[in-house]
């Protein structure tokens, strides 16, 4: 499962990101010592859908991976 992470140092505030997140998920915040609202994830409401990091024209949202570790191979 994937989570989407804003990478706050690039993140202005625009609000693109929650227009597209149907899940409610992304919230502006405050976050000191930055006096601009920085989207934020909510991870109990994200799904890992990937609707919202298309449209954030900074590049700031990744998708993390959450799931147990890749399995190493055997030879
Ligand atoms: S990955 Fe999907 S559910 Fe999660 S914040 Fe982005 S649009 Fe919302
Ligand atoms: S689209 Fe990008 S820059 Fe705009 S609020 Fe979301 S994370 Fe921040």
């Known amino acids: 499962m994937r989570e989407a992470q804003v990478e706050a140092e ?4 625009c609000q693109d990101c929650i227009d597209q ?3 409610e998920a ?3 915040v405050r976050i000191p010592p930055s006096k601009r609202l ?4 909510d ?3 994200c799904c890992g ?3 919202c990091e298309p449209y954030c024209p ?4 990744a998708m993390n991976w959450l799931g147990p ?3 190493s191979w055997v030879y």
């Open 10 to 13: 690039l993140c202005d505030g």
């Open 21 to 23: 997140c149907r899940y």
């Open 26 to 28: 992304l919230n502006l």
């Open 38 to 41: 920085k989207a934020k994830v």
């Open 43 to 45: 991870p109990d409401r």
């Open 49 to 51: 859908c990937h609707a």
């Open 58 to 61: 900074q590049h700031g949202i």
């Open 69 to 71: 570790a890749r399995p």
